[in-house]
């Protein structure tokens, strides 16, 4: 088309795709864009959610209350950074494969499914509070980073050992156990919060560049290496 243009969802639509839905060209979908009202989108069980759109924040929000659910499948199929807004709840109980760039979460919600990210991709945690609930996983030799969100381990998970696992700020906590198989590293100022054991079994490194600075155990956290 001419430019980026949007799908408003608004007035309280609730729309569930069960096939195959793409968001492509430079387009995005705005949510509450001009009435309000409680908006969703499901991606249900066996359908596809391609998001294959160049815009910035291809999942966007003007006013109202905003929710993307995903239960079936959602792709990440374009280069750069790519963000859904942070007023956007997402709730991933399917999984999520990001191909290629950075796919970063600024929203609050839940996770019980499989962020599968490949090679010198990023899926990036990067505002709001995230649940991580029994059935979360990460696959394939990507980078789960959290940079800014309250991330929160809710039951005994095990991260598989292709990922990297990253804090470049933020902070992950919670009363779950999580073990790091792969790798662990440190790049900004973060912290490591509540009394779920985090457990290291990989290659780990704090290396924060900009001059001297930490990463804070706090919070009756143990940290087993």
Avoid: C, M
Avoid at 155 to 178: D, F, K, V, W
């Amino acid at each position: 088309g001419s430019g980026s243009d949007y799908l408003s969802l608004t007035g309280g639509k609730s729309w569930v795709n069960q096939g195959t839905l793409t968001l492509g060209g430079d387009d995005y979908i705005y949510f509450g864009a001009y009435g309000g009202g409680n908006n969703t989108l499901t991606n249900a069980a066996g359908a596809t959610l391609n998001l294959s759109s160049t815009y910035g924040t291809p999942i966007e929000r003007y006013d109202g209350s905003a929710t993307l659910n995903n239960a079936g499948t959602l792709n990440q199929t374009v280069a750069g950074t790519h963000s859904t807004n942070g007023y956007v709840t997402f709730n991933n109980t399917g999984t999520v494969n990001v191909n290629t760039g950075t796919l970063s979460i600024l929203g609050w919600g839940t996770d019980t499914g499989t962020y599968n990210i490949l090679a010198g991709a990023v899926a990036n945690f990067a505002s709001g509070n995230r649940n991580l609930n029994s059935g979360f996983a990460l696959t394939g030799p990507g980078t789960l980073n959290i940079s800014g969100a309250n991330v929160s381990v809710n039951s005994a998970i095990t991260l598989g050992s292709q990922t990297t696992l990253q804090l470049s700020g933020g902070t992950l906590g919670g009363a779950g156990a999580l073990t790091v198989t792969g790798a662990f590293n440190v790049t900004g100022r973060s912290t490591l919060a509540g009394t779920g054991t985090l457990t290291t079994q990989g290659v780990s490194l704090i290396n924060i560049g900009s001059g001297s600075d930490y990463l804070s155990l706090t919070g009756g956290k143990s940290w087993v290496n």
